[in-house]
């Protein structure tokens, strides 16, 4: 059973920073592609930043330049590092993982979410 666990949410003002962490847990796959989403209130779910298995990344425009995305394989990790945050920033985070299993069969799965609230 695979399992994210996403942390680094919270309070900040306008301009702030903060870095999410979103960790798989589990044993037997490999993880593919990982990405960020955000959703606000009364909005879909959108790509925030993606990263492919090779470290390739993109954006959304409204972060390009101030987001950052990374992962750390041997701790199956992805990291989303946020600065110059705005408060149109402010929304529930999540993570997305494309997880192959030791038998081949790819799986997408999400993470709980956190919280980001950006004041002015």
């Known amino acids: 059973q695979v399992q994210l666990v996403e942390s680094g949410g919270g309070l900040v003002q306008a301009g702030g920073s903060l870095r999410l962490s979103c960790a798989a847990s589990?044993?037997?796959?490999?993880?593919?592609?990982m990405g960020w989403y955000r959703q606000a209130p009364g909005n879909q779910r959108d790509l925030v930043a993606h990263?492919?298995?090779?470290?390739?990344?993109n954006y959304a425009d409204s972060v390009k330049g101030r987001f950052t995305i990374s992962r750390d394989n041997a701790k199956s990790t992805v990291y989303l590092q946020m600065n110059s945050l705005k408060v149109e920033d402010t929304a529930v985070y999540y993570c997305?993982?494309?997880?192959?299993?030791?038998?081949?069969?790819?799986?997408?799965?999400w993470g709980q979410g956190t919280q980001v609230t950006v004041s002015s």
């Open positions: 589990g044993s037997g796959f490999t993880i593919d592609d």
């Open positions: 990263i492919t298995s090779g470290d390739n990344t």
């Open positions: 997305k993982a494309i997880i192959t299993t030791v038998r081949g069969f790819s799986f997408q799965y």
